[in-house]
Nanobody, 121 residues
């Protein structure tokens, strides 16, 4: 069983930046695909950024390309989401997710509890 814990959410003005972190338990973190999803009020959960295991490729939603960067530090069992040029429409609960395999899937196996990101205009 893998446990994920997010941190770094908060309130920021439009144009500002935040960095989310997600630390995972388990010994095989490097082989897991990791990702960030978000869910805004009244909307479905959507994939924001994904990164494959063992130096795998990165994937981004069109709405965040050029503004968000996903990265991982396998020595710390941690994945990051650097969010720049934030917009009010980025306001959502952000969830960390992990796939057991190297490649991201549509239904990750593990989820964190989520962290709120609020961008004021």
């Amino acid at each position: 069983q893998v446990q994920l814990v997010e941190s770094g959410g908060g309130l920021v003005q439009a144009g500002g930046s935040l960095r989310l972190s997600c630390t995972a338990s388990g010994r095989t973190f490097s082989s897991y695909a990791m990702g960030w999803f978000r869910q805004a009020p009244g909307k479905e959960r959507e994939s924001v950024a994904r990164i494959g295991g063992i130096g795998g490729s990165k994937f981004y939603a069109e709405s965040v390309k050029g503004r968000f960067t996903i990265s991982r530090d396998d020595s710390k069992n941690t994945v990051y989401l650097q969010m720049n040029s934030l917009k009010p429409e980025d306001t959502a609960v952000y969830y960390c997710a992990a796939d057991k395999g190297l490649l991201p899937t549509a239904r990750p196996d593990y989820w964190g509890p989520g962290t709120q990101v609020t961008v004021s205009s």
